[in-house]
């Protein structure tokens, strides 16, 4: 009784956790000590005039703290991609020390954009925290891009995201387990 207990909380656990699938790429570009500022106005537009010099993926942390360029001068592009097997709802927040501000889009929809100077200061309870609560997501592949441009020295970036997997999916999944269980105890 023990051993189904366990593997009933078990599917439980993965059916809230392993619903969906997610990949982060950063990208670096380096900006000239004396461009004009004017141009930074359009981060996303102005991203795509440039070569990235630097790009890295990871899976999903959870506040993972990454630094800038060492030449201070630095534009950056974050890519979120969610795979979703069913539509759900995500929590995503970004830590950024932005000198020239930053803009957020959600499947190519702009939903956040400031050309204020933002420090977070590695701090998630900061107000220069960006939080964009209850992203709803369709199934299939999802993403959130965040550009963000920084003049002095980066003191560090972050970035979180919680996927919520919807109540029936779960239920769904739990039940499965349940049937089965009883069909193999009614086996024996």
Do not use: C, H
Not at 153 to 171: C, D, E
């Amino acid at each position: 009784m023990i051993k189904k207990i366990v593997s009933a909380a078990a599917l439980f656990f993965m059916a809230t956790i392993g619903a969906n699938a997610a990949t982060i790429q950063v990208e670096t570009a380096d900006l000239d000590a004396n461009i004009d500022t004017a141009l930074l106005v359009d981060l996303a537009g102005y991203w795509d005039t440039l070569t990235p010099s630097t790009s890295n993926t990871f899976g999903l942390p959870t506040g993972l703290i990454f630094n800038g360029a060492s030449n201070n001068n630095t534009i950056f592009k974050l890519t979120a991609t969610f795979d979703e097997t069913e539509a759900s709802e995500v929590d995503f927040q970004a830590g950024l020390d932005a000198g020239y501000g930053a803009e957020v889009y959600v499947n190519g929809t702009q939903v956040f954009n400031t050309e204020s100077n933002l420090w977070w200061s590695r701090n998630w309870n900061n107000n220069a925290v960006i939080t964009l609560d209850t992203i709803n997501f369709s199934a299939g592949v999802n993403t959130i891009e965040v550009y963000w441009a920084e003049d002095r020295n980066s003191g560090g970036n972050s970035f979180r995201a919680n996927v919520k997997v919807s109540t029936p999916g779960v239920l769904s999944i739990f039940a499965l387990g349940l049937i089965a269980l009883a069909f193999s105890r009614s086996r024996k």
